[in-house]
Structures are given as C-alpha cells and as structure tokens.
C-alpha cells in the first residue's frame, strides 16, 4: 500500500504557490521571487543575469545589497522618493549599477529625459498626437538601443517637456537629473 503524504509548499514543485504567500518582487521587473538567494537579495535570478550582476558580487558587497532591499521595500510601499533615491546611492557606489537604475526608472516611469554626451534621450510612449506635435521640432527617433527614443538637442528641451506636458497632461516625467517633473491639467509643476 502507497502512503500518500500532503504536499511540501515550500518544495520546488509548489513555487508558485510559495510566491503567492511571500509575495516579494523583484526591484528590477516587479516580478515575484520563488526562491531564497533572489528573496534576500530582491533581485530574481533572470534580472541579474540579464544585467551582468553577479550573485556572488551582491552577497559579498553589504552596502549595495542594503540599498537593492530597501529599494525593494520602498517599492513595495510605493514610496517613489524613496525608490529614487535609494537607486541614485546604488548607482553612485559602482556604475556596474546604472543598467539596474535604468530598469527601476523604466518600470516606474513611462516618461524619462536620460542624457547622452551633450544631449538628452527622451522616452516616451507611443502616442500619434506626440508624434505630429514633435514633428516641427525636426527631431529624431532613435530605435537603437541602449536607449530608445527622441533624440533631444539639450537648447530645445524645455521646448520638448512643454509638449509632452500638454500631450501627457497628467503624467509623471523623470528627468535627467533625477528631479520629478509632475504636470497637472497642463501646467508643468
């Protein structure tokens, strides 16, 4: 006679099931994270490999594990400020970073000004009323990555925001310094 034993969720079998009770995400992609070195580091094992950070690296580097999973938290709590902040420490302390803190700002932000040498990337979505709007301006898309987007001479981009502002009206915009430029009813606050 078999001996039928109840199921193990924190088994590997059952790890959708343990997502769903842990419920901790990723700080790159939002996505949940099964198993435990992800859960502790924040960071699930496809984001570190995609970004070229080493487990390795993050478990021996203390003070950038603390930033990733108070970031992670922050995140959790939508507490924006927070996030940015503690992404801009992330990439200061070592530039193998930056490719994280461009994630984190493209899951959190549909609008972003990134600046390249003398001039700026703006990241928007596609939007037809965008497009006939910007198209006095003589500017140039750019679909090569890294970063795909508006290519933006840094003495028109005020001009640039201002369209953005009427056409995303009450949107949220990244800048390149890492300030928030929010508009309300159309007015750049």
């Given at each position: 006679m078999?001996?039928?034993?109840?199921?193990?969720?924190?088994?590997?079998?059952?790890?959708?099931?343990?997502?769903?009770?842990l419920d901790i995400r990723c700080l790159c992609c939002g996505a949940k994270l099964a198993d435990?070195?992800?859960?502790v580091l924040k960071l699930g094992p496809h984001c570190r490999q995609r970004l070229g950070i080493?487990?390795?690296?993050?478990?021996?580097?203390?003070?950038?594990?603390?930033?990733?999973?108070?970031?992670?938290?922050a995140?959790?709590?939508?507490?924006?400020?927070t996030v940015l902040d503690l992404v801009s420490q992330l990439?200061?302390?070592?530039?193998?970073?930056?490719?994280?803190?461009?994630?984190?700002?493209?899951?959190?932000?549909?609008?972003r000004v990134i600046r390249d040498g003398e001039d700026f990337v703006v990241v928007t979505p596609y939007d037809p009323t965008l497009i006939a709007r910007l198209k006095p301006l003589r500017l140039y898309f750019s679909k090569l990555p890294p970063t795909k987007g508006w290519r933006v001479p840094a003495e028109k981009?005020?001009?640039?925001?201002?369209?953005?502002?009427?056409v995303f009206p009450r949107a949220s915009l990244l800048?390149?310094?890492?300030?928030?430029?929010?508009?309300?009813a159309g007015v750049r606050a």
């Open positions: 078999t001996t039928i034993h109840p199921p193990d969720i924190l088994s590997e079998p059952f790890t959708s099931l343990r997502r769903d009770i435990p070195t992800s859960a080493k487990t390795r690296f993050l478990k021996s580097n203390t003070e950038a594990t603390d930033l990733i999973v108070r970031a992670a938290v995140a959790s709590q939508h507490d924006l400020p990439r200061a302390l070592d530039p193998v970073f930056d490719a994280l803190a461009d994630r984190v700002y493209a899951r959190f932000f549909d609008l981009l005020d001009e640039v925001i201002d369209v953005i502002a009427a800048n390149h310094d890492g300030s928030v430029i929010s508009f309300g």
